[in-house]
């Protein structure tokens, strides 16, 4: 049913359907309140970083268990327009799992481990992502054979327990199985081959390279480069082929790393024929902009400073900068704003200033959201799930 | 008799284009002529192989670039009646950098074996196209960056400007200035008239960027990014005014548009389709 929803709602609308990713209570706010608003689909796409069960300590966005996270937004999300999505569950995708440097076999049962909670949590989308692996790089056989123990496991599990499910296969990191168009078109046919033999549904999604990078604050693929980007085919050979591909098989095809690409590429999204796209990091760093913004412009320099302090301290940017970047520390705070929220002094600070600015009639967490659902009704009008006015 | 005029463009890199030069003339010289279009260089800073030196006021304030580069050269080969000689012609630009070997017979040994391919591209070992070239070495694409093109002279023949040929207008539409979307038309005009544009890991070009990076003032141009920003916002211009297309996507969709009819009525080419 939730396959065949989507598949209705992009026939009528000709659109692309939008993953966020929930980066702030601020940014899964600002996503439910847009889907019930408008009434459009929208992915709540949480990486296990981001939100994992109790076992692993939760995640960091607001220390979420995953059955917190999907209580918090199936209370709020009164028109059932969100769709709890796990974005590349999977082995090692836990920080918890590469830090304790799990073997094989303990790294599949805690990935189960986690896709259990996602169930039973009633999340509706399940990435299965087992392209990472800390020992070593698996082959393309060899992460499909682990592609479809997940696949089986989540399948029995949401059967057990009558929760209907759909799920997103393949990566867009290189060590992935779905980088090249034989790569892609021999993942397909064996999944393909594998679902019809043991009557399970047949993939909705395949995440599929198509040009798109984050670094620092920016998108450094080739999509939108007017220039080439070494060792990587151009967008405008490698999407259409990929698209091809895709509709032969009958899977709809998923972009990652979507964030800052111009309008007009996103415009482009829905009449290349691209299913559906992710973005997860330019909502954070819109938040953090925004927190930033409203303090420095209303006489909070102090905390300005003290929240940029936290966040550079965090070293969370480090994973996002160029080889030669020319970032300031300034940016670097900016990029690591989000995965701080969470944190004690962060929560006491912004309560602080949030008095200070209540004088002056600003609320404080209502004027990120809206500044957060800015940044996301950019990509709802471009991939027309929303008309511009 | 040579079978290929190759065309140097060139502004103010003697050295670099007499590399080149010499390259070209050890591993093909037997294939090949050689000319070298100074494209307003400074008369100090010639090529020893100079063919034409362009210096109009105009050109030696803004130089040529690739396409009033090479329509130059072109129409100056017509103007010369040499052009009907040669069966195809090889465009680059002075940065390029080529293998030590031959390069121009294995391109046009390509050319022999694919007789409707009108534009042929050596692959870089920088370009991710490589990936798509390990079955068959040599494959049709709807996109090809404009690094070093061996172009067949009946398909020049059959798309360019006859009436008054000059550089502004010949093969490539030189109100395009720094050539934004030139590639897109050009590839779009050969499947429109049943010509394949096809890369070859046969043989390898790069383009060595170091030069425009590192000695942009040399070469009279506007710094890496400053270029690149008009490059860009010219080549939009000029793509919805020709076109009325607001986007480069809208281009590469006609292309692809003849690319695919291509194929509709030349079935047995199939196995080069990407």
């Not at chain 1, 439910?32 to 939100?51: G, T």
């Not at chain 1, 996002?320 to 944190?343: C, K, P, Q």
């Not at chain 2, 260089?41 to 010639?46: F, M």
């Amino acid at each position: 049913m939730i396959h065949q929803r989507l598949q209705s709602f992009l026939q009528k609308r000709h659109c692309t359907l939008l993953g966020v990713g929930p980066m702030s209570i601020n940014c899964v706010d600002a996503t439910i309140e847009l889907a019930n608003e408008h009434e459009v689909p929208i992915l709540m796409i949480a990486s296990r970083r981001q939100i994992d069960s109790e076992e692993f300590g939760g995640g960091y966005v607001n220390n979420w268990t995953t059955e917190d996270f999907a209580r918090y937004v199936t209370d709020r999300d009164k028109k059932g327009k969100i769709l709890l999505a796990r974005d590349h569950g999977g082995p090692w995708q836990s920080t918890k799992e590469k830090d304790a440097q799990l073997g094989l076999r303990r790294a599949m049962d805690s990935a189960k481990s986690s896709y259990r909670a996602d169930i039973a949590a009633g999340f509706q989308v399940l990435h299965i992502d087992p392209s990472v692996d800390i020992h070593g790089q698996p082959d393309v056989d060899e992460v499909l054979d682990r592609v479809f123990d997940l696949y089986e496991f989540c399948w029995t599990q949401a059967q057990q327990s009558k929760q209907e499910i759909i799920f997103e296969v393949g990566t867009e990191e290189q060590s992935g199985s779905t980088n090249s168009q034989e790569e892609l078109d021999y993942t397909l046919n064996a999944i393909k081959k594998f679902c019809t033999q043991n009557k399970l549904p047949q993939p909705t999604f395949v995440v599929i390279q198509c040009g798109t990078r984050v670094m620092e604050m920016r998108n450094v693929g080739s999509f939108d480069s007017p220039v080439r980007v070494a060792n990587e085919i151009p967008a405008e050979i490698q999407l259409p082929k990929m698209i091809e591909i895709c509709n032969h098989h009958g899977i709809f095809m998923k972009e990652h790393n979507t964030d800052y690409l111009s309008d007009e590429g996103l415009q482009w999204h829905p009449r290349l024929g691209i299913h559906a796209a992710n973005v997860a990091p330019e909502f954070g760093v819109a938040e953090t902009k925004a927190l930033v913004n409203v303090l420095e412009s209303n006489g909070l320099s102090n905390h300005a400073e003290r929240f940029l302090k936290i966040s550079y301290d965090s070293n969370k940017w480090d994973k996002w900068m160029l080889e030669n970047t020319r970032a300031t520390d300034r940016d670097r705070s900016l990029i690591a704003g989000h995965y701080v929220f969470s944190m004690p002094e962060v929560k006491e600070l912004k309560i602080e200033a949030g008095k200070e600015l209540e004088r002056k009639g600003i609320h404080l967490e209502e004027y990120l959201k809206q500044q957060v659902k800015q940044s996301i009704l950019r990509y709802l009008r471009n991939f027309r799930l929303v008309r511009s006015s | 008799m040579k079978k290929v005029a190759t065309i140097i463009l060139n502004r103010n890199l003697p050295a670099v284009t007499e590399r080149l030069h010499e390259h070209l003339t050890k591993y093909d010289g037997e294939q090949t002529d050689i000319y070298v279009v100074e494209a307003g260089s400074d008369i100090e800073k010639l090529s020893r192989y100079v063919t034409w030196h362009a210096n109009s006021d105009e050109v030696l304030r803004n130089g040529l670039r690739y396409g009033r580069g090479m329509n130059f050269g072109l129409t100056q080969l017509l103007k010369e009646g040499k052009f009907d000689q040669y069966d195809a012609f090889f465009l680059l630009t002075n940065d390029t950098e080529l293998k030590a070997g031959p390069t121009l017979a294995p391109l046009i040994s390509i050319l022999n074996d694919h007789p409707r391919v009108g534009i042929l591209s050596p692959c870089s070992e920088r370009w991710g196209e490589r990936f798509l070239l390990k079955t068959e070495n040599t494959k049709y694409f709807w996109f090809i960056h404009n690094n070093a093109y061996l172009l067949r002279r009946e398909f020049i023949e059959s798309i360019c400007v006859k009436e008054q040929p000059d550089m502004m207008d010949f093969l490539f539409d030189g109100t395009n200035f720094r050539g934004y979307g030139s590639e897109h038309e050009l590839i779009a005009k050969a499947y429109a008239n049943d010509w394949a544009a096809a890369i070859t890991s046969e043989v390898w070009a790069s383009e060595n960027e170091s030069h425009l990076l590192d000695h942009a003032d040399q070469i009279k141009t506007e710094g890496y990014e400053e270029n690149l920003k008009l490059y860009v916002t010219e080549g939009r211009r000029w793509m919805r005014k020709k076109y009325g297309f607001n986007s480069h996507w809208s281009m590469q969709q006609y292309v692809k548009g003849f690319y695919d009819k291509f194929f509709e009525f030349h079935p047995e080419y199939s196995q080069f389709k990407i």
